[in-house]
């Protein structure tokens, strides 16, 4: 991310004040538009190709591979700061919150889909994406974000260890040693 670095680097100084209080959400809002294009041409991908009768199936398939990369990323970039948990203690958090991400995520596009029955013959191919991406990519994504946001920052990256001591206070005390005489 030495892209997002010079970019801060230039930034003025007032902006910058404003800014970096925020850093940590920034970095999980980069990572979330990542996911989004990731998890958008995938979905488009296989709607138009291997599942054209099954928009959800399709958009959950591209829903799981951009979390997959939306972990590596919050972890070794948004989240860096934060922890305390053992890796797989704490992958095993994120997926079950991207999981509740997930089906958040397929609710208004399945209420489209489903309900609305915005599908064809009913509506026209154009309609039908239009509200697919309406109903799935944009207000799915948005619900699902702030729920992940939340959820991230609560459960999965806590600025707080187990014990409930802050990390960054035990890591600032050094270790006591016993000292003979």
């Not at 992958?91 to 309900?115: C, K, R, T």
């Amino acid at each position: 991310m030495a892209f997002v670095g010079k970019l801060v680097n230039s930034l003025p100084e007032k902006v910058l004040v404003r800014v970096l209080p925020h850093a940590e959400m920034l970095k999980f809002l980069v990572v979330g538009g990542i996911a989004f294009v990731v998890t958008t041409i995938l979905f488009f991908g296989i709607k138009w190709t291997v599942l054209p009768q099954h928009p959800v199936t399709a958009n959950i398939i591209a829903v799981l591979v951009a979390t997959v990369l939306s972990y590596v990323l919050n972890r070794e970039w948004s989240f860096a700061e934060r922890g305390g948990r053992q890796r797989h203690h704490e992958a095993a958090l994120f997926f079950i919150v991207a999981g509740i991400g997930l089906a958040i995520n397929q609710v208004p596009l399945w209420i489209s889909s489903y309900v609305f029955d915005l599908r064809q013959p009913n509506v026209s191919v154009l309609m039908e994406n239009f509200s697919d991406f309406i109903s799935g990519s944009i207000i799915g994504t948005l619900l699902a974000t702030v729920f992940r946001w939340w959820a991230m920052r609560k459960f999965v990256f806590p600025e707080e260890s187990i014990d409930g001591e802050m990390i960054r206070d035990i890591e600032a005390t050094p270790p006591v040693t016993s000292s003979e005489n």
